[in-house]
């Protein structure tokens, strides 16, 4: 059957966005009644109520829809709880459009909530993949890449900027400028960890931690919810905020948590995700008014700014080098403060999404970008493996 | 050093019993003729399950290098700061690897020609790591 992006295009909106963080990193509820905090937050926002939603998407260990929709109440008739790690959440609007657009279900809401700093940090995840090990049948990643102690996942990402780094020239200090730009928008931001600006020579000294990747390049460790609600069009009309319609989306993936099977670690799945959004929204890299891309490591945001079009592949160090992605620059980046100086529970991709649909709604208080038409959020989940990207507009863009 | 295996496959027994006599063994499929890492059984470009054992070379080039400057595993913290990498191997397959023998550990650069190693991994086997040829 042929695919008509006109069937999709601008059907759905989302029409309410909530997101949880804290100066201190520490939010201290539980991740369950964050969960309900977000949900109930996020309709509220809206102008709706837990009992019109009929469409639950979200990530966890075991059966994450189904033990919030038993907490809550609710009978959803669409669920998914698909994991890409941090681009979950774009993946599960882009399902969430597809379900809503065909009929499936009408109030869908995507929840997220992490407590990493309750539960302390160290090696918790490398505890649970030892749970998961089966001496005759390990995990590829326990045999063929753990044995040689990298430092995950900032070690991966190393690995990347390092070629990038040989192939293409970018430097550390080009690097350093992205977290500089992250951090100008994260003082306007009151939840954000940090809110101090910072300097280039600030980035370069701290110290390093899997070269050439910085403590200052890497993102923080906090704690974090949210959520978003989703109907249609034509429901959104009569709700509170101003709709932000899902014109595109595209999700590709290639390895998984092993850098070592990136078929080219310098060129992400984006270019695939990327391409799809935009062609679906019928829009190029020029539309974009704000970019709201993942930024675990400063060279996640280098290699999405090529691979989404913003700059040719190899140029995202001079590209970023005049301060262009922050405030009052001409491709304002992760307005919140990011990944990078906001918040960042394990998984990012909620928060960029909150940031995209706040300004696209025009909900963005003193960080607000002037003419926000069209925003791109932009998940990338595993090390570098699973990108997911949104194109969200407002009605002046359908 | 020695170092610690944390799980082998059955799939890939034969990389591990070779390298009880330190020789880098790799699958390699008869139809299309690729070898790859990590093992399968079947062949990941033209999915044959018509696979062979072959000793490889033990040469290859660094695609990719980091220095970890904290531990990434608890047992190599004495280590630290240790190169890790990833190796493009002359027979094609890609691995993460150490860099080892370096007085300092930055002196590996991506492009760099190196050569396989080996370090005891308990068992008798031998965990591949590469040394600058």
Redesign the interface.
């Known amino acids: 059957m042929a695919y008509n992006p006109g069937d999709i295009r601008g059907k759905v909106a989302i029409v309410g966005a909530i997101d949880a963080a804290s100066a201190t990193g520490v939010l201290g509820v539980s991740e369950r009644d964050l969960e309900v905090q977000m949900v109930k937050g996020a309709l509220d926002n809206a102008g709706l109520k837990v009992s019109d939603v009929d469409g639950l998407f979200g990530t966890g260990m075991m059966m994450p829809t189904m033990e919030l929709a038993e907490h809550l109440g609710i009978t959803p008739r669409y669920t998914d709880s698909t994991m890409t790690g941090g681009s979950s959440f774009e993946v599960h609007v882009q399902h969430a459009a597809l379900a809503i657009a065909a009929g499936m279900c009408e109030v869908a809401v995507v929840f997220f909530a992490s407590t990493p700093r309750a539960r302390g940090k160290g090696?918790g995840d490398m505890s649970a993949m030892?749970g998961m090990?089966?001496?005759?049948?390990?995990m590829?990643m326990?045999?063929?890449?753990?044995?040689?102690?990298?430092?995950?996942p900032a070690?991966a990402y190393?690995?990347?900027?390092?070629?990038h780094m040989?192939?293409y020239g970018t430097t550390s200090e080009q690097l350093a400028q992205i977290a500089v730009s992250t951090r100008q928008w994260a003082t306007k931001n009151p939840n954000a960890r940090y809110q101090e600006p910072l300097t280039i020579e600030e980035v370069l000294s701290s110290?390093?931690?899997?070269?050439?990747?910085h403590r200052l390049d890497c993102c923080l460790v906090t704690d974090g919810a949210g959520a978003v609600v989703l109907t249609t069009a034509e429901r959104a009309k009569h709700l509170k905020q101003k709709p932000v319609y899902v014109l595109g989306a595209g999700t590709a993936h290639d390895h998984s948590m092993?850098?070592?099977?990136m078929p080219d670690?310098c060129t992400t799945p984006g270019v695939i995700s990327g391409q799809q959004a935009y062609k679906m929204a019928g829009i190029t890299p020029k539309d974009v008014n704000v970019l709201e891309t993942y930024d675990s490591f400063t060279i996640t945001v280098a290699l999405a700014l090529e691979d989404l079009g913003f700059c040719k592949k190899g140029e995202a160090g001079a590209f970023v080098a005049d301060g262009r992605l922050g405030p009052g620059g001409a491709l304002p980046t992760n307005t919140n403060g990011g990944g990078l100086s906001y918040t960042h529970p394990g998984m990012y991709g909620m928060f960029l999404l909150v940031e995209a649909v706040r300004q696209v709604s025009r909900q963005a208080g003193p960080r607000q970008v002037d003419n926000v038409n069209i925003a791109v959020a932009h998940g990338c989940g595993g090390v570098l493996s699973c990108t997911s990207t949104l194109v969200l507009g407002s009605e002046d863009a359908l | 050093m020695s170092?610690?295996?944390?799980?082998?496959?059955?799939v890939?027994e034969p990389f591990w019993e070779a390298t009880k006599e330190k020789v880098l063994r790799l699958p390699f499929c008869k139809d299309c003729g690729k070898a790859h890492?990590?093992p399968r059984n079947f062949c990941p470009y033209c999915h044959g399950s018509n696979l062979e054992w072959r000793e490889a070379s033990g040469l290859g080039t660094i695609?990719?290098?980091?220095?970890?400057?904290?531990?990434?595993?608890?047992?190599?913290s004495a280590?630290v700061?240790?190169a890790?990498?990833?190796v493009d191997l002359a027979e094609g397959p890609?691995?993460?690897?150490?860099i080892t023998g370096l007085q300092d550990a930055?002196t590996a650069?991506?492009?760099d020609k190196v050569k396989v190693a080996w370090e005891e991994?308990g068992g008798g086997k031998h965990?591949p790591?590469f040394q600058l040829a």
């Open positions: 090696l030892m090990l089966d001496p005759q049948n390990p590829p326990i045999e063929w890449e753990i044995p040689y102690g990298n430092i995950m070690g190393a690995l990347a900027a390092s070629r040989a192939l110290p390093m931690v899997a070269t050439p990747l092993m850098i070592s099977q670690i | 170092r610690m295996l944390m799980g082998t496959s059955r890939a890492h990590y695609y990719a290098v980091t220095v970890c400057h904290k531990a990434g595993l608890p047992t190599m280590q700061p240790y890790v990498a990833l890609r691995m993460m690897t150490n930055h650069k991506v492009g991994a965990l790591v």
